[in-house]
T-cell receptor, first 109, second 114 residues
Framework: GIQVEQSPPDLILQEGANSTLRCNFS?????LQWFHQNPWGQLINLFYIPSGTKQNGRLSATTVATERYSLLYISSSQTTDSGVYFCAVERDSNYQLIWGAGTKLIIKP | DVKVTQSSRYLVKRTGEKVFLECVQD?????MFWYRQDPGLGLRLIYFSYDVKMKEKGDIPEGYSVSREKKERFSLILESASTNQTSMYLCASSFLRGGNYGYTFGSGTRLTVV
């Protein structure tokens, strides 16, 4: 089956810093998404990005499907960006997402 | 905004009890999912449904069943709760129409089986 690897596993930054989170996947995918889970457990979908680049405020994501990786950029980090960022891919249009283990981000004031 | 509502935020049940976790979404999404999330194990799919009365097993269906009698409601049933089912349970719904895609989670139910 498809393997999804995220790096780094943990990241601690000062407020205002920029960060890049990476997601590698082992096979072709139909769908790739980025999620943020806040410290209270709520999961929010950030991007649906099977290929190309998207931006939403301070966050942007790029997926290079031919090289099987995706990057999530966070600029000018705020304490509210803390939490766990997950990458998830879909195999074969059967609705099932395969999840990475996540990157735990801590933004210090 | 799409809303996915889970009936309980915290739940404590006794071993052997039959437990119902309810999930309702308000945006006519076709697909609904039940996950459990455990420290160190990430999110694992229990069951999903892509239409009313349809259900598919995910990665860890053992000990669980589901029901989807109406499009907006997807129920997870623990037939006989056990302590190893203590976990955070997350419901989600999704759609893909005309190139637009959405995947929305509920706020989760933290179930403790004693």
């Amino acid at each position: 089956g498809i393997q999804v690897e995220q790096s780094p596993p943990d990241l601690i930054l000062q407020e205002g810093a920029n960060s890049t989170l990476r997601c590698n996947f082992s096979d072709s995918v139909n769908n790739l998404q980025w999620f943020h889970q806040n410290p209270w457990g709520q999961l929010i979908n950030l991007f649906y990005i099977p290929s190309g680049t998207k931006q939403n405020g301070r966050l942007s994501a790029t997926t290079v499907a031919t090289e099987r990786y995706s990057l999530l950029y966070i600029s000018s980090s705020q304490t509210t960006d803390s939490g766990v960022y997950f990458c998830a891919v879909e195999r074969d249009s059967n609705y099932q997402l395969i999840w990475g283990a996540g990157t735990k981000l801590i933004i210090k004031p | 905004d799409v809303k996915v509502t889970q009936s309980s935020r915290y739940l404590v049940k006794r071993t052997g009890e039959k437990v119902f976790l309810e999930c309702v979404q308000d945006m006519d999404h076709e697909n609904m999912f039940w996950y459990r999330q455990d420290p160190g194990l990430g999110l694992r799919l229990i069951y999903f449904s892509y239409d009313v009365k349809m259900k598919e097993k995910g990665d860890i269906p053992e000990g669980y069943s589901v029901s989807r009698e109406k499009k907006e409601r997807f129920s997870l049933i623990l037939e006989s709760a056990s302590t190893n089912q203590t976990s955070m349970y997350l419901c989600a719904s999704s759609f893909l129409r005309g190139g637009n895609y959405g995947y929305t989670f509920g706020s989760g139910t933290r179930l403790t089986v004693v």
